[in-house]
Every structure is written in structure tokens, then in C-alpha cells.
């Protein structure tokens, strides 16, 4: 049985993470944060029903460049939902040399 502290630990953990790995993104961030999301999703009892998926949104000229986006249904996702914008904006700033 969990406990609020069960959860409060799994967010803290995640919020860690996301700290750690700051704008790297690789396969070994991804399988990290999935396992660390998926803990927090479990604790919160989380209820994917309300979660909208975008697929095949292109982002480039090569008919390959295909991205599937989900919009967020919990807190959670909308707390990785915002890290993720942040590091693209983060991205972006960097590229213009702002």
C-alpha cells in the first residue's frame, strides 16, 4: 500500500532527475524518466483516458521527420510536459544567441 510520502518521494525523485540531466536528452535520460514517471503515474493512481495524442506532425523536409505529441491530462505529465518546452525553448534562446 502506498503512502503520501511514497509519492512525495517519487516526485521528488523526478523533479531530481530532471535537474541532473538538465538540457541532455539521450537514450539513457529517456529510460530514466519513463521508469521515474511511471512510478509517480502508479503512486497517483493516474487515469490516462483525458490524454490526446497528435501523431505524424511533421517537423521537417524528409517525409521521416514525423513527431507524436501528447497533451497532457494529469499534473504530472503537464510538470514534464513544461521541462521539456523549457529545455526547447532553452534550445531555441541558444541557437539565436540571446
Same mark, same amino acid.
Given at each position: *500500500?502506498?503512502?503520501?510520502?511514497?509519492?512525495? %518521494?517519487?516526485?521528488?525523485?523526478?523533479?531530481?532527475?530532471?535537474? @541532473?540531466?538538465? @538540457?541532455?536528452?539521450?537514450? +539513457?535520460? %529517456?529510460?530514466? *524518466?519513463? +521508469?521515474?514517471?511511471? @512510478?509517480?503515474h502508479?503512486?497517483e493512481?493516474?487515469? =490516462?483516458?483525458?490524454?490526446?495524442? @497528435?501523431?505524424?506532425?511533421k517537423? $521537417?523536409?524528409? +517525409?521521416?521527420q514525423?513527431?507524436?505529441?501528447?497533451? #497532457?491530462?494529469? #499534473?504530472? /505529465?503537464?510538470?514534464?510536459?513544461? =521541462?521539456?518546452? /523549457?529545455?526547447r525553448?532553452?534550445?531555441?534562446?541558444?541557437?539565436? $544567441?540571446?
Open positions: *500500500m502506498s503512502t503520501s510520502s511514497d509519492l512525495e %518521494n517519487a516526485r521528488t525523485a523526478l523533479t531530481t532527475s530532471i535537474q @541532473k540531466w538538465e @538540457k541532455k536528452f539521450n537514450g +539513457e535520460t %529517456n529510460t530514466e *524518466m519513463i +521508469e521515474l514517471i511511471s @512510478k509517480v502508479e503512486l493512481g493516474s487515469d =490516462y483516458s483525458n490524454v490526446k495524442v @497528435k501523431k505524424g506532425i517537423y $521537417g523536409e524528409d +517525409e521521416r514525423r513527431l507524436d505529441v501528447s497533451e #497532457p491530462g494529469s #499534473p504530472t /505529465l503537464e510538470l514534464l510536459w513544461s =521541462y521539456f518546452n /523549457l529545455q525553448k532553452g534550445k531555441q534562446t541558444e541557437r539565436r $544567441g540571446f
